[in-house]
Nanobody, 124 residues
Framework: QVQLVESGGGLVQAGGSLRLSCAAS????????MGWFRQAPGKEREFVAA????????HYADSALGRFSISRDNAKNTVYLQMNSLKPEDTAVYYC?????????????????WGQGTQVTVSS
């Protein structure tokens, strides 16, 4: 059974930092792209960042460019999202997910497995 477990969320002041982790288990994730999405109250789930398995190519939403950094440890089946210079508009539940696609990695519909999410709240 595939499981994705996020951790690292919390309450932080604007300008602060958080590091999210997502530990995957249940199978090998060799060849799988790992992504982070977020969903704020009343809004649709949106893409934040993704990283491919083999060459660790990373992709970011415009809102995350320059502030967030995604990385992965394949040996540990873990993906990280370092979030700096946080803003109140970053407040959301953050989800990690996996997909085999290398093309449509910004589309939530392409992801097969999802974690339960971790809350990030940024106060002004």
């Amino acid at each position: 059974q595939v499981q994705l477990v996020e951790s690292g969320g919390g309450l932080v002041q604007a300008g602060g930092s958080l590091r999210l982790s997502c530990a995957a288990s249940g199978r090998t994730f060799s060849g799988y792209t790992m992504g982070w999405f977020r969903q704020a109250p009343g809004k649709e789930r949106e893409f934040v960042a993704a990283i491919t398995w083999r060459d660790r190519r990373s992709h970011y939403a415009d809102s995350a460019l320059g502030r967030f950094s995604i990385s992965r440890d394949n040996a540990k089946n873990t993906v990280y999202l370092q979030m700096n210079s946080l803003k109140p508009e970053d407040t959301a539940v953050y989800y990690c997910a996996t997909t085999r696609t290398l093309v449509r990695i910004t589309y939530a519909s392409e992801y097969d497995y999802w974690g339960q999410g971790t809350q990030v709240t940024v106060s002004s």
